[in-house]
């Protein structure tokens, strides 16, 4: 069944992607923009060329994952040529990665839960700085994501245990997580991290505050997952893991392995009399195509509602996805209980309903500051009024970067009610004013999310709820002229305290603590000084006895020897 839905799934990105003219026009002016430069078969690799000549998925993939940007599109693929003709990934030499398919480090073999192929990295096989692992990523990475063009992303298993310092390489870390946002878009569903020790812990944080550093892409914040040997056999089955791992698995990779995965001879190249008519096919479709759609369109494209974590920004690391993973259940933290008791119990005047769903707020959201939460925020109630049929739902805004929404897509089931909980990002607590939402709905026996938008096409009991949203009375933000006096006011008290310093030889020195340190140095002189005249008082006093005594013991000696000198004479 799991194999099923997957083949299914499969079928519908190679396909379902082409049924919207905007996204087919994408694809043409794409490969219009890179064919245009006349140096671009000197500038690429010709593999490159004849795949963007002729193959529409590999455009589609770059366009898919920027949603249909094709300005954004067209600077990633650049990058990407360039890197692929540097990297000469067509032409990695297997006999320079022999030593590590024999030590074992990475390799593809068996699936996990969710019918996704498997690329495993033994971390404790590496050390750091060795030469390689970029160049043996890139050549399964090639060869899977060639093969499959695209469609089925991978599960990175990497195996941590008997691991230290030495094993752990952030330039090799930072190499994947790059490749799958830019060189192949999508091609990574997760990452399972198997038995990290302690000591990495601190190194797996910085890693992970890449993937949410950067706000407006397509990299979700959870693409990592930490699993022990409890928790791994809730993503991969115990007949694909390794003894020390808690499984059965007893497979090592070989050579004989290998050449079952050498990847796909290049397309052949077509004649020159071939591709001159193919170019001239494709003029003609754009030429035709011209009059009917705008291409201007794409340059300046505004997207007015978006539910995808992607917006018109310069590429850079990963941004939180507002969907998360899909199975898991949305918490509901206990501070927002009363904001949900009173939509609950909201009048009949703030609900909006109609056969077969009922919505709360009707048509304006109100952020509010609640205990224990760092961003503003409101919730949405959809209430299934149907006693047969599910409800699915999307939300969308028009600033994904500024908005989180969880869940932003689900099913209401018949008889009960989905809460969905919209945060305003708290940087952004000043521009929320012109933001608007759209909330789609519609009856559907279909469990297939990813398929919403050509479901709610044909729907035929379906319904759009719109949203702008307002700051609620308890919400008291600094104004700017707040923050301007603030500013002013710490930009004061700095150049008074400057004024209580001098610099001599670029160091500089505060007046008021040199001037207590003297005071402190004169009063120990004082004390020094008093203490020192106390002593020769007593000095002098103690000599004075001292000679004193001294006279008297000659004076008694005299006088017996003059009285014998007289009896002498």
């Known amino acids: 069944m799991v194999y099923d839905i997957a083949n299914s799934r499969i079928f519908r ?124 990523f890139t050549f399964w990475m090639e060869r899977h994501y060639m093969e499959y063009k695209g469609c089925q992303p991978l599960t990175i298993f990497i195996d941590m245990s008997g691991t230290g310092l030495k094993n752990m390489s952030f330039d090799a870390m930072k ?17 399972l991290i198997f038995d990290n020790p302690a000591i990495l812990n601190a190194s797996w944080k910085v890693i992970g505050s890449w993937l949410e550093s950067s706000a407006a892409t397509n990299q979700r914040h959870d693409l990592l ?9 809730h993503y991969v089955p115990k007949s694909h893991l390794l003894e020390h791992q808690g499984g059965t698995d007893t497979f090592k990779f070989t050579m004989d392995e290998l050449a079952k995965c050498l990847p796909p001879p290049p397309p052949p190249k077509p004649s020159p009399k071939l591709l001159q008519q193919r170019m ?44 998360g993973p899909k199975g898991r259940k949305s918490h509901i933290p206990p501070s927002l209980r009363p904001l949900i008791e009173n939509r609950v119990n909201a009048p009949s005047d ?15 959201l109100r952020l509010e500051k609640v205990d224990g939460e760092n961003d503003l925020l409101d919730v949405v109630l959809v209430k299934n009024q149907s006693s047969e049929t599910p409800i699915m739902f999307k939300f969308k805004t028009t600033s994904p970067e500024k908005f989180r929404v969880r869940p932003s897509s689900g099913i209401v089931q018949p008889g009960t009610t989905e ?57 008291k933000l600094d104004q700017p002229e707040e923050r301007r006096s603030s500013f002013l006011l710490q930009q004061q008290q700095l150049q008074e305290n400057r004024k209580d310093r001098f610099s001599i030889g670029g160091i500089n020195f505060n007046v008021p603590l040199i001037i207590l340190v003297l005071f402190l140095f004169l009063i120990f002189q004082f004390f020094y000084i008093m203490q020192m005249r106390s002593d020769n008082a007593l000095l002098r006093e103690t000599l004075i006895t001292l000679s004193g005594q001294i006279k008297e013991a000659n004076v008694q000696n005299t006088e017996p020897i003059a009285e014998m000198v007289k009896n002498e004479l």
Not at 225 to 233: D, G, N, R, Y
């Open 280 to 323: 001239h096919s494709i003029d003609d479709t754009t030429n035709n195509n011209v009059t009917e759609f705008d291409f201007s369109s794409f340059q300046k494209r505004n997207v007015k509602f978006d539910e995808e974590s992607v917006t018109k920004r310069a590429p850079s690391l990963s941004r939180r996805s507002s969907r």
């Open 175 to 191: 190499f994947i997580i790059h490749s799958s946002k830019y060189y192949y878009p999508n091609a990574i569903e997760s990452i």
């Open 13 to 136: 990105r190679r396909s379902s992607t082409f049924t919207d003219p905007t996204n087919v026009l994408a694809v043409q002016e794409l490969r219009s923009r890179i064919l245009q430069d006349p140096v671009a078969s000197a500038k690429h690799c010709a593999e490159d060329i004849h795949r963007i000549r002729h193959e529409d998925w590999w455009l589609d993939r770059f366009l898919g994952s920027v949603n249909y940007d094709v300005d954004i599109a067209y600077a990633i693929i650049l990058e990407c040529l360039k890197w692929r003709k540097n990297f000469d990934v067509d032409r990695i030499s297997l006999l320079s990665l022999k030593p590590l398919l024999d030590n074992q480090l990475m390799y593809l073999h068996g699936k996990d839960l969710q019918n996704r192929h498997i690329l495993w990295i033994m971390m404790s096989k590496y050390k750091n700085g060795d030469d390689g692992f970029e160049k043996l």
């Open 350 to 364: 703030d609900w909006s309903s109609n056969d077969f769903v009922s919505i709360t707020p009707r048509d304006e």
């Open 225 to 233: 997952t930490f699993v022990t040997k409890l928790s791994v056999t």
């Open 419 to 475: 809460i969905i909980r919209v945060y305003l990002q708290y940087e952004y607590r000043h521009s929320w004013s012109k933001e608007k939402f759209l909330l789609l709905t519609m009856e559907s026996s279909s469990t297939d999310l990813d398929s919403f938008s050509d479901q709610f096409k044909n729907a035929i009991n379906k319904a759009e709820f719109k949203f702008k949203c307002r700051l609620s009375e308890n919400v």
